[in-house]
Every structure is written in C-alpha cells, then in structure tokens.
C-alpha cells in the first residue's frame, strides 16, 4: 500500500470552551455524566470517550479527510500517494460513544468543537469535511461561507470562496468519485491557494508505515502557512546513509516511543522514599490495564552498594520509576571522612572501616552506590564486535559502546561538547583503533565517526521550507515531527537538524552522553501536567537542556575530561557493588530464559528502609544533619527536582524498519 503523506491545515475556529447562556464558561465536549462510564444496575453502559491521536477509528477519520481533501484541492505533485491529517483542526477533539451490556458493545464516534458548542457535533467524516474545506480555503474565514450542515443547517448557503487580487493561478481540480459521504458543491476557486501544506516526503514513508504510533501526550495540532516550495540556495551536504540494524535489540532501540532505558546502563531508580543507583539487568512490555492497545516498559534492577551490604533486585513497574544517570548529579558522600579525602575510588576505600564509623557517621550502602557510579561513569566497554583489521590498518569496528552509564549503538544520535555545545552526532562507526605494534586495549584509541547536525529553526513565511533528510534516524525524526506540532501553531516556527558535517571523527571526551528524545523524557523529568502546559504554550525544548555530561562527576577544574578506564566486560564496570551472580540480560538476542521475570520483588522489607542516594541539605550545617540521620525519608518528588539537579541549563538554543543483514543476527 502507497505511504501516507501528512496535509497540515492553516486555521481553526475550534473552541475547547463555549459561553452558555447565563454567560459561564461550559467545556465544548460531553457533559460529566455522558463520561461517566459506570455501568447501571443491570450491566449496561452508555458514555463517551476521548480518542487519543493514533487510535485506530481517530486515523480512520483523518485519512478519510485527507483524501476528501486532497481530491478537492488537488495534489497532483504526488501521484500515487495516500493522505491523512496530520492532526485534526486545533481545539477539535474526537469522541466515541459506547454502548455496551452484557451481551454486546456499540460504538459511534463524534467530532467536538464547533465553535457553536457541544451540541453542535459531527457524526462521521463525511459531515465534517464541508466544514474542513472551508478552513482550508476560505481566506477571510467567514462562517457564512460555509456549507456544512451545522453552520448552514437549512441548506439556504453555498459554499464558495471568496476572491482575492493578485491572486497565484487557481490549482486544477479532479473530479471526485461517486462516495456516500457528503461533498460540497464544487466552488469556483479562481484567486484561492488552498491554506494547507503537503511535505514532500513524510516520516513515515521511509519505513513503508501508515501511522506511527504517538506519546502519551498529544501537542496540538498543526497550523502551517500556505502551500511552500523548497528554500532555494547551494546544495547541502550529502548525508550518510543509515545501515540497518544488525540485531533485535539494536532495532528495539530504534524506535521511537518504545523502551528510553536499556539493559546494562546505569539508572537512578525509586525506592519509595526517595532515588537509588542501580544497573539495568532486563526489560519487557506489558498491556496498560487501563488501556489494552497500549504497552508499558517494565524493568529489573539490581541497586548498588557497598561489597559488604550488596542488595536484591527490584522490578520498577513503569519509567515513570526510573531515570538516566545523566539527569541528575550524584551528592557528596554522606560520610565526612569520605567527602574530606579527594581521589578516593570504590575499590580503594576500607568499607568494613566505614561502616564500622572509622570515617564518621553516614549511610555506607549510600556511599558505596554513589562510588560505584562514578567509576561506572568513568569507564568504556566496546561490544558486538563487526571487523578486525589490526593487521592492515590497526583498526577494529564495534556495533556499539558502554559509555559511562549508557548504552551507545551505531545508526543513533549522541550528545556532543564541541561545536556550540548542543550539537548531535549521529554515529555510523565505533572504531577502535590500536596503538602501533601493541594489542593491547588499554593503549588503543576508540574514536566514533559520524554525521555532525546542529538544530535550526526557521520562521514559518511561504516560499521556505526547512530541508527534508530522510537518512536521519527514525527517533530523531519523528521526535522532531512531534516538536513542530506543539511549536508551530504557537510559535510560527519550525525546526530540523541541519547538517553541519558529514563522516567526522570525535574522541570519546568529545561525547556528553546519549540523545534523549524530548516527546519522551521531558514528561518524567518534569511532571506529566507542566509537561503539558509547556505544550499549550508551544514550548517544548530539547531534552538535552536537563542532562549532564559524561565526566562531570570526576571533573576536576582545569584538568581536561578523560577517555575513562577500558573494562572488557560491562558486568566488570561494576565491581564489587552488584553481586557477583548478576547478570545483564542480552533481551531478545538471547535465550528465552535471560527474557523472563522474577514473579514478585526480591527487596525485603528491611532493605526497602533504607535509601540508596538522596540530595545533599542545601542549607548550613546539613552535613552534620546527614550524619545524624543518614539519608531516609528525604523523599523526592518531581517538584523537588530544580533544587538539586546540576543541570546543564548555561547554553542557549537547543542543543528501520529491521532487516536481516548476513543471517543470524548475535549481539555479543
């Protein structure tokens, strides 16, 4: 089936909220009872609910439009090409009512937001679309012009579109078939651009998909000027290809919205009364209880700790539990023996003497998490080795890299320090490349190669539009996609990534970390409800803007950041805080018992008391305060997170589909 190609719209005159008669304010939507979905006494129910971007019957609606649309106005440019709305017209939300008992289930959709309010409502896409063409084409967005059968109910109106001077030449029409579904009488569209743009090229058209599945939060819709042509001007530099992914796990992470955290990275996690340091041993998805169509991450981890008081695992229901490493920075130890003795390492402290009290009072299983990250931070692991050409170049390619805390594959996108401080690299190469006459790593250099991009916004104004590379990867893409829908019916701005070098070759002390997706991370790291009011205001920044960098923990003023210690196993990163029976599940590149879930917690209750990291008291004499109490029950909580992240806020801006490639696919 030919691809579908997103029509942005121009205008709305959607209302979300109505004045009544006696002049109050009233929701445009169903009423408190019709949402009510309690069923009565004898098991029938009857209520309305909203239908969220992506639900099936909500596409179904506006790929119905977008090809009512696209025959109305034209779109000859694309021959063959399938259409669909981007987003209905802003403020235009879609119920469905249902009508179940206990023996069947009946369900209607209906489109609220007519400016009218909520008893005006259209019952099917073919009601709607007179309406729709005149947001479309009406420039002086006169209601009286509209034929559809709310705004002109006694068919006494017909729609036409008001002239214009110095108007570009009308588009030619093609005859729409014979359909069921209501059209309008053909108007005579001399003097009239359609107030619509069709990209040339969607996302979703690279991997063949009709429909991507959306985050949890929906941006409003998209308004964009008149139809545009592409920015002239030299051309750009050449992309590099992206290589398909060479194991499942590898195409997992390639997807948007589907897993943010990934086995053997290093994660803060939520004991309940406050945030621990753990590593990721293995994840799956499960069905939302509440909403079956949708799937929800669930991870094991194994918390870190001193040798001596090693802990169980925990399984953390949602990501909502969990955090990069990079969100946050670790607080200075609670023991004062510790914080007063600089260059001390996890493996170099005497901890049977801390505990005991030989370095002052503290928390040491808080302490041995803390150590235990930084040197996990500090280290590099190279995996899934793809060519060894040491005898003719010295160099050998990797499919990936543990860097610090995260998990790193080729074919994605990385933080960088170089350049304005907030410029991406997607890496195509991890090259290891070896030290003449030696063969041994520890002397070899890792360097990653890759495309430079750095993030660019235009104003909206015809005639320009931002270039289209469709050789970015698929999240970075359709992160950006999910921005520019919050942006541009707010801001009148539009972004992309635009290339700044192609194939260049970074040291690893030039990496800040992994590129997070902000559709996907600002919701936790903010709060799902100032997540959402940033997007009615059409301010959703880059999520890079909350992150550390790799190194910040061990920097030390005026010393310039280091590659970090090579450690061949990622299990060995770790050392002596995780038992030595841990093990870093491979997902679905291993075996099917690596897959599987302890049934409940192992935590007992009596390590569940104790807190695993927490913030450092800002105020005077906290330290003692620590000492006296150690660290439980400083619970932190979403509105708590400004007043101890290091955040790195000091800059400006913003900072495949899987196929089979040589048979069985191992990552190793």
């Known amino acids: 089936m030919a691809p579908y190609r997103p029509i942005y719209l121009t205008r709305s005159d959607g209302k979300l909220e109505i004045s009544s008669k006696s002049r109050k304010k009233e929701s445009n939507a169903p009423t408190a009872d019709q949402l009510d979905s309690k069923p009565d006494a004898k098991g029938n129910s009857d209520y309305f609910k909203e239908l969220e971007l992506g639900d099936a019957k909500e596409v179904d609606w506006r790929r119905k439009l977008g090809g009512m649309l696209i025959r109305e106005i034209g779109g000859q440019e694309h021959p063959g090409s399938n259409y669909i709305l981007a987003a209905l017209p802003e403020n235009y939300r879609l119920y469905e009512r249902v009508k179940s008992g206990p023996v069947s289930e009946i369900t209607d959709a209906y489109l609220y937001g007519h400016p009218q309010g909520r008893k005006k409502r259209y019952r099917s896409p073919g009601d709607f679309f007179p309406h729709l063409l005149w947001l479309a084409t009406d420039d002086n967005g006169d209601p009286d012009n509209c034929s559809c059968k709310l705004c002109a109910p006694d068919d006494l109106q017909v729609f036409k579109v008001p002239e214009r001077t110095n108007a570009p030449e009308p588009v030619k029409k093609e005859q729409p078939p014979n359909k069921k579904e209501a059209i309008p009488p053909?108007?005579?569209?001399?003097?009239?651009?359609?107030?619509?743009?069709?990209?040339?090229?969607?996302?979703s058209e690279d991997k063949g998909i009709s429909v991507t599945k959306p985050p949890a939060s929906k941006p409003p819709s998209a308004t964009l000027p008149p139809t545009i042509a592409r920015q002239a001007g030299p051309p750009p530099a050449t992309p590099t290809l992206l290589a398909p992914a060479k194991c499942f796990e590898q195409d997992q992470d390639s997807q948007w919205n589907k897993y943010l955290f990934r086995p053997g990275e290093l994660a803060w996690f939520n004991r309940g009364n406050a945030w621990g340091l753990s590593v990721i041993l293995k994840r799956t998805l499960e069905r939302e209880l509440q909403n079956p169509s949708k799937d929800r991450a669930k991870y094991l981890v194994q918390p870190l700790s001193n040798p001596l008081q090693l802990k169980s695992t925990k399984i953390i229901e949602s990501e909502d539990g969990l955090r990069p490493w990079l969100a946050w920075s670790p607080p200075a130890p609670t023991h004062n023996g510790l914080t007063n003795t600089p260059g001390l390492t996890y493996s170099a402290i005497d901890w049977k003497g801390v505990i005991s009290g030989h370095y002052g009072q503290g928390d040491a299983e808080v302490d041995g998490s803390i150590f235990a990250a930084?040197?996990?931070?500090?280290?590099?692991?190279?995996?899934?080795?793809?060519?060894?050409?040491?005898?003719?170049?010295?160099?050998?390619?990797?499919?990936?890299?543990y860097l610090g805390g995260e998990k790193i594959w080729t074919g994605e996108p990385v933080r960088l320090r170089v350049g304005s401080g907030q410029d991406i690299m997607v890496i195509h190469s991890i090259v290891e490349r070896l030290k003449p006459g030696s063969t041994s790593i520890t002397s070899a250099t890792v360097l990653l190669v890759g495309d430079i991009y750095k993030f660019s916004?235009?104003?909206?104004?015809?005639?320009?539009?931002?270039?289209?590379?469709?050789?970015?990867?698929?999240?970075?893409?359709?992160?950006?996609?999910?921005?520019?829908?919050?942006?541009?019916?707010?801001?009148?701005?539009?972004?992309?990534?635009?290339?700044?070098?192609?194939?260049?070759?970074?040291?690893?002390t030039d990496i800040k970390g992994r590129w997070y997706e902000s559709s996907a991370l600002l919701p936790i790291l903010k709060g799902a409800d100032a997540f959402s009011h940033d997007l009615t205001r059409g301010e959703i920044g880059d999520a890079g803007q909350w992150m550390n960098a790799r190194g910040d923990c061990n920097a030390v003023t005026g010393v310039p950041p280091r590659a970090g210690t090579r450690v061949v196993d990622r299990l060995d990163a770790f050392g002596k805080s995780i038992p030595p029976s841990t093990k870093i599940s491979k997902g679905l590149d291993g075996p099917p018992e690596e897959q599987a879930f302890p049934k409940e917690n192992a935590m007992p209750s009596s390590v569940q008391q104790h807190v695993q990291v927490q913030v450092p008291m800002p105020m005077e004499g906290a330290q003692e305060e620590v000492a006296k109490k150690g660290l439980e029950g400083q619970g932190v909580s979403d509105g708590d997170i400004e007043q101890f992240m290091d955040l790195d806020r000091l800059e400006d801006g913003y900072v495949q589909q899987f196929t089979e490639a040589g048979g069985q696919f191992q990552c190793s």
């Open 186 to 203: 053909k108007s005579s569209a001399s003097g009239t651009r359609p107030m619509v743009i069709i990209p040339s090229r969607s996302h």
């Open 457 to 508: 916004t235009l104003s909206l104004q015809p005639g320009v539009e931002p270039p289209d590379n469709r050789h970015l990867p698929l999240r970075l893409r359709q992160d950006m996609e999910y921005r520019n829908r919050a942006t541009i019916p707010i801001k009148r701005t539009m972004s992309f990534w635009k290339l700044a070098q192609a194939q260049a070759k970074l040291p690893v």
């Open 374 to 401: 930084k040197a996990v931070d500090d280290s590099l692991t190279l995996f899934h080795p793809l060519t060894n050409n040491t005898v003719t170049t010295g160099e050998r390619t990797y499919n990936g890299i």
